[in-house]
């Protein structure tokens, strides 16, 4: 989204359309950073097909692109979908074989790279400046009031209240459930804090055990609809503890402190941006990891190491309130 909102910035009077799945209409609706949206999840076994795929390629030609912005540089189905839509200028990060799609080319920065850089890079290509890195999520007003009412509902407040994501996009992403209580337990205990457990599909049992186990001093958030209602809520914390997955993500767009723990993903190129936020890297780096390695590089993350680093950062959120707050007063 750095990217997208560079190039509406550059081209306000544009027409600027994006192909993506169904996310991308809760993320950057048509009136946001786009005006127009053409779905296409490439996982739906009916999106595989030679004939979805010629579909595809006509409803693009109607369109008559002028410019075609691939910010999937590694996919090269994506650059072929960029050549034969038409447009005149095509332009992506390339690598290996694939600078023929393009004729507007990027070099490949290699790895330790940050994925947001890169794309921006894309962006930079055209001669457009890019000033503001930061990340967009689109909330209604619907899911703004609902996450208000939520932490009516529960007692929950600015000022007191941190958020934790447990889960993950699979095991191996996921720091063990017990040492994100263990952090839960002694924000608690030492700094009187309420916990928000986020979830999403398939985590319900996680947070439920957690929450049952931390007290009263523990909410469970709503079932996530949308990425809006989540980003809503976490925008609602002081502080936000996440694994490096989409939630952590939302938390960045929505400006709120994080504190991600990355085991096998490489910081350089995934941990989220920003002065505010933490990032608790494994000290287990390795090229390529199996499966038992992903899982070793999260076991390695003890539970003093995240919390030097969570307290630390509540410390700093708290002092830096009550200076706002101490230079407020008449």
């Known amino acids: ?30 009136g946001t950073l786009i005006d127009s949206l053409i779905l296409f999840d490439e996982t739906e076994p009916e999106s595989a097909t030679a004939l979805s795929h010629v579909k595809l390629v006509r409803q693009l030609r109607r369109r008559k692109f002028d410019l075609a912005v691939n910010l999937r540089w590694n996919s ?54 890019v000033e ?12 703004l009031k609902q996450a208000q009412e939520f932490l009516q509902v529960h007692g929950l407040q600015k000022g007191n209240t941190v958020g934790i994501h447990p889960g993950a996009s699979g095991r191996n992403k996921a720091w063990m459930p017990e040492r994100f209580l263990e952090v839960a337990r002694r924000l608690i205990e030492k700094h009187r804090v309420r916990i928000l457990l986020t979830w999403g599909k398939g985590e319900k049992i996680l947070v439920d055990k957690i929450a049952a186990k931390l007290g009263p001093e523990a909410i469970v958030s709503d079932e996530t609809r949308t990425i809006g209602s989540l980003a809503a809520l976490i925008e609602c914390c002081d502080l936000y503890i996440s694994n490096c997955t989409g939630p952590m993500n939302v938390a960045m767009a929505v400006q709120t402190p994080t504190v991600a723990i990355l085991g096998s993903t490489h910081p350089e190129e995934w941990a989220p941006r920003g002065e505010i936020h933490r990032t608790v890297a494994s000290l287990l780096r390795l090229e390529s990891y199996t499966d038992e390695e992903q899982v070793q590089a999260l076991e390695v993350i003890s539970v003093d190491a995240v919390w030097s680093v969570v307290e630390r950062r509540w410390r700093e959120i708290k002092s830096r309130r009550e200076g706002q707050l101490t230079a407020t007063v008449p």
Do not use: W
Not at 10 to 27: G, T, Y
Not at 133 to 138: A, C, E, G, Q, R
């Open 1 to 30: 989204t750095p990217a997208m909102k560079a190039l509406r910035r550059a081209f306000p009077e544009a027409h600027i359309c994006a192909l993506a799945n169904e996310l991308m209409q809760q993320i950057a609706p048509p």
């Open 132 to 143: 503001d890195k930061t990340s967009f999520v689109h909330r209604t007003e619907d899911e």
């Open 76 to 129: 090269e189905r994506s650059g072929i979908l960029g050549l034969l839509s038409g447009a005149r200028y095509r332009v992506s990060c390339v690598r290996g074989t694939s600078s023929y799609l393009y004729n507007i080319r990027v070099p490949h920065p290699g790895k330790d790279y940050h994925e947001i850089d890169r794309n921006l890079d894309i962006v930079r290509a055209l001669g457009i400046p």
